[in-house]
């Protein structure tokens, strides 16, 4: 028999059928939906007169528009308010396994909530009209973004009509340094292979600084594949796997469980299997990461400073450095420590698990936030990990330094809600999206880990949490 | 949906790699239910000098002189030529939507993100994958050439230039069948209703915790 990747397992698992040209119906076990990408889906499937395929494979949640203060005002904004509304309509009219709608104490971020439920499992395909659906391939499940007719195909028929993407691997051997982290691997490995080196593969990670991560880390770097273009990252099934998923509300109980657990184990790359293209890190030379531009590629050390586009020779990579300095408002060459943020977003579907939490509020414990950081948010990533770190004590070491402990959501990852950046503020940022205008009109963001972020925090600029852990 | 066969029409440069559909469709235009009218708000930030947000009429708001888009050579580009990666980022349909509300039919570029390359194929609009060079090339005559225009065929696979020259791309043969036909992919699938169902009894009788 031929040795598998874990992708071809997960990919064979589930092909209903396949041309001879390779397109193929992929059969699809968790449909995850929230209100920004669903309307017009829900809205093609009724005008067409179809019926959803399989009601009890989707988990709905309202993120993207809510607000993280003030719950008992609602959503004042009228627009998002009716879209959040609609899919209250729409879960009401089709049904669903799980919905957990604005306010409800389990609502969050979909790619928070799905894991804390057991709503994401080893072997699931797993899809959501969000590109960072990755996340759950920590738990060696073939997950991936759709849009939104895509999601209409899978309301309609379980299915998606897609072609096998090539299989890469990035292999991370060797111990984290202190105050690295999650975070800092992905960026690191885009820093390497570009936003664009992943673009038509499914990446799978491996090696003894993955396997040590918790699933919490493991969630961090899938999540941010789709930051070096491949839609699907993933992460085979081991203890860590197991423990995490058991007595979660919708991971199977008893017999089933250990049915189950006895199949989760298979689910790994054969040694020997073949990878298209394979990249190495070693995780002893990963530093803090700090991005400078425009890009999640365009990323250095904390210990580094802004490149000099001068010294780029590829002309078009070098318009867009040129382009990214002027947007950031940074001079070449400027060390990365004395770059000052004004504000602090410790969130986004990245980094607002407990985890991330507990780590970011180690480092903030008995300090204050610099008095020239104008707002430092902490946005849990759903009401569960929000429960977990008031139990903890996190929200009282948070507020004391000066931080807003808000409610669940996106928030100021993309800034659909009020929580943003004005034009020229400069943030540092748990999140995944550098983008000009991502998280608001002219902002500026510099990608890092929470420990990072935290850190920044207090210093009033960069710092190397190495140095404080 | 539309059937996609030959067009030709102007072209536009936009000369920046990496374009993150963020820059295409702002997030403040995606809480709207619909599938149209994201074209006025197409790249926003880079069109307009003011902020927009929904609701604003744009035909006052101010615009960006030096936005190749606003350039009086370039109205009516129905031809979008970029750079790598265009596209990357969120998987936002409204990307494609609001390229094809505001007219453009094709977009061409040396590569593309997985995922705005699919959402194109599903609402009409090709995306062409031509080499760097090629890619290069056209730029320049683009520039230099006002009122430059180009034939796209996709039944032949070929981009044409003003003088002839063909370039011809590839395309992923049931992608190119359901655009050249304008046919519904949701209706295609349900043909196989029964391979999708009997998959789904064997996948329940073995992995009955999927289905609980």
């Known amino acids: 028999m031929t040795a598998k990747t874990l992708y071809d397992k997960l990919w064979d698992s589930h092909l209903v059928r396949q041309e001879p040209d390779g397109t193929a119906l992929v059969y699809i076990d968790r449909h995850l939906v929230h209100e920004v990408t669903s309307p017009q889906a829900f809205e093609g499937l009724k005008l067409a007169g179809r019926k959803p395929w399989r009601k009890d494979s989707i988990v709905a949640t309202a993120d993207h528009n809510t607000p993280t203060h003030d719950w008992d005002k609602g959503i004042r904004d009228p627009i998002s308010r009716t879209q959040v509304e609609t899919l209250d309509a729409n879960i009401r009219e089709v049904g669903a396994k799980a919905y957990f709608p604005f306010r409800d104490t389990h609502q969050g971020i979909v790619h928070v909530i799905g894991p804390e439920h057991g709503a994401t499992l080893p072997g699931m395909t797993v899809v959501c009209g969000d590109s960072h659906t990755s996340t759950h391939g920590a738990f060696a499940a073939l997950a991936f973004g759709i849009g939104t007719s895509e999601v209409e195909h899978v309301l309609a028929t379980q299915c998606l009509v897609m072609k096998k993407a090539r299989a890469m691997q990035v292999a991370v051997e060797g111990k984290l340094g202190r105050g690295v982290t999650a975070k800092d691997i992905a960026l690191a490995v885009i820093g390497r292979i570009g936003t664009a080196g992943g673009t038509g593969y499914a990446i799978e990670l491996v090696g003894s600084a993955i396997r040590a991560l918790s699933m919490e880390g493991r969630?961090?770097?899938?999540?941010?594949?789709?930051?070096?273009?491949?839609?699907?990252?993933?992460?085979?099934?081991?203890?860590?796997?197991?423990?995490?998923?058991?007595?979660?509300?919708?991971?199977?109980?008893?017999?089933?469980?250990?049915?189950?657990?006895?199949?989760?184990?298979?689910?790994?790359?054969?040694?020997?299997?073949?990878?298209?293209?394979?990249?190495?890190?070693?995780?002893?030379?990963?530093?803090?990461?700090?991005?400078?531009?425009?890009?999640?590629?365009?990323?250095?050390?904390?210990?580094?400073?802004?490149?000099?586009?001068?010294?780029?020779?590829?002309?078009?990579?070098?318009e867009g450095a040129e382009r990214a300095l002027k947007y950031m408002g940074l001079a070449p060459d400027t060390p990365i420590a004395e770059i000052r943020p004004d504000k602090i977003f410790i969130g986004s579907c990245t980094n607002s698990r407990i985890e991330d939490l507990r780590a970011a509020a180690a480092i903030v414990k008995g300090k204050r936030v610099?008095?020239?950081?104008?707002?430092?948010?902490?946005?849990?990533?759903?009401?569960?990990?929000?429960?977990?770190?008031?139990?903890?004590?996190?929200?009282?070491?948070?507020?004391?330094?000066?931080?807003?402990?808000?409610?669940?959501?996106?928030?100021?990852?993309?800034?659909?809600?009020?929580?943003?950046?004005?034009?020229?503020?400069?943030?540092?940022?748990?999140?995944?999206?550098?983008?000009?205008?991502?998280?608001?009109?002219?902002?500026?963001?510099?990608?890092?880990?929470?420990?990072?972020?935290?850190?920044?925090?207090?210093?009033?600029?960069?710092?190397?949490?190495?140095?404080?852990? | 949906m539309e059937k996609f066969v030959r067009r030709e029409g102007l072209?536009?440069?936009?000369?920046?790699?990496?374009?993150?559909?963020?820059?295409?469709?702002?997030?403040?235009?995606?809480?709207?239910?619909?599938?149209?009218?994201?074209?006025?708000?197409?790249?926003?930030?880079?069109?307009?000098?003011?902020?927009?947000?929904?609701?604003?009429?744009?035909?006052?708001?101010?615009?960006?002189?030096?936005?190749?888009?606003?350039?009086?050579?370039?109205?009516?580009?129905?031809?979008?030529?970029?750079?790598?990666?265009?596209?990357?980022?969120?998987?936002?349909?409204?990307?494609?939507?609001?390229?094809?509300?505001?007219?453009?039919?094709?977009?061409?570029?040396?590569?593309?993100?997985?995922?705005?390359?699919?959402?194109?194929?599903?609402n009409g609009l090709l995306?062409?994958?031509?080499?760097?060079?090629?890619?290069?090339?056209?730029?320049?005559?683009?520039?230099?050439?006002?009122?430059?225009?180009?034939?796209?065929?996709?039944?032949?696979?070929?981009?044409?230039?003003?003088?002839?020259?063909?370039?011809?791309?590839?395309?992923?043969?049931?992608?190119?069948?359901?655009?050249?036909?304008?046919?519904?992919?949701?209706?295609?699938?349900?043909?196989?209703?029964?391979?999708?169902?009997?998959?789904?009894?064997?996948?329940?009788?073995e992995q009955p915790w999927l289905f609980e």
Not at chain 1, 384 to 412: H, N, Y
Not at chain 1, 440 to 459: C, D, F, K, N, W
Not at chain 2, 36 to 60: C, I, S, V
Not at chain 2, 175 to 186: P, S
Request: charged share 25%; hydrophobic share 40%.
């Open chain 1, 219 to 318: 969630m961090t770097v899938c999540n941010m594949a789709i930051e070096a273009g491949a839609r699907a990252g993933m992460v085979a099934v081991d203890e860590t796997t197991i423990d995490y998923l058991r007595g979660r509300q919708f991971a199977p109980r008893g017999e089933l469980w250990d049915r189950a657990v006895a199949y989760w184990l298979t689910l790994r790359s054969d040694a020997g299997a073949n990878f298209d293209k394979v990249v190495a890190l070693d995780a002893a030379e990963i530093k803090p990461q700090v991005t400078w531009g425009t890009s999640p590629e365009m990323v250095t050390t904390v210990d580094g400073k802004v490149p000099d586009p001068a010294q780029i020779s590829d002309p078009v990579k070098r």
């Open chain 1, 370 to 469: 610099a008095a020239s950081i104008k707002l430092a948010l902490v946005v849990p990533g759903s009401g569960l990990v929000k429960r977990q770190a008031e139990q903890e004590g996190l929200d009282r070491i948070f507020t004391e330094a000066g931080f807003e402990w808000r409610e669940p959501g996106c928030s100021m990852c993309l800034a659909m809600n009020d929580d943003r950046l004005e034009p020229g503020e400069r943030c540092a940022s748990t999140s995944n999206r550098n983008f000009e205008g991502r998280q608001g009109a002219g902002g500026r963001t510099h990608l890092v880990s929470p420990e990072m972020a935290a850190a920044a925090a207090i210093a009033g600029h960069f710092v190397d949490v190495r140095k404080l852990v």
């Open chain 2, 11 to 122: 072209v536009a440069p936009l000369d920046r790699a990496n374009v993150d559909t963020d820059a295409i469709i702002p997030k403040q235009f995606l809480k709207s239910i619909k599938r149209t009218g994201f074209g006025p708000n197409l790249f926003d930030q880079w069109r307009y000098l003011d902020h927009g947000e929904p609701g604003m009429d744009n035909a006052k708001r101010p615009l960006n002189p030096d936005f190749v888009l606003n350039r009086p050579r370039y109205r009516g580009a129905t031809v979008l030529l970029a750079r790598d990666n265009f596209g990357c980022g969120s998987s936002r349909e409204h990307a494609p939507w609001a390229l094809l509300d505001y007219g453009f039919q094709a977009v061409i570029a040396p590569g593309f993100a997985d995922i705005f390359f699919n959402n194109c194929f599903k």
């Open chain 2, 127 to 205: 995306p062409i994958v031509l080499p760097a060079d090629v890619v290069d090339k056209l730029f320049r005559e683009v520039e230099a050439t006002p009122g430059y225009r180009l034939a796209v065929d996709l039944e032949n696979q070929s981009v044409t230039t003003p003088d002839g020259e063909e370039f011809r791309f590839n395309v992923d043969p049931f992608r190119k069948h359901c655009l050249v036909n304008g046919l519904d992919e949701i209706g295609l699938t349900l043909q196989h209703a029964d391979r999708i169902r009997a998959f789904e009894d064997k996948r329940r009788a």
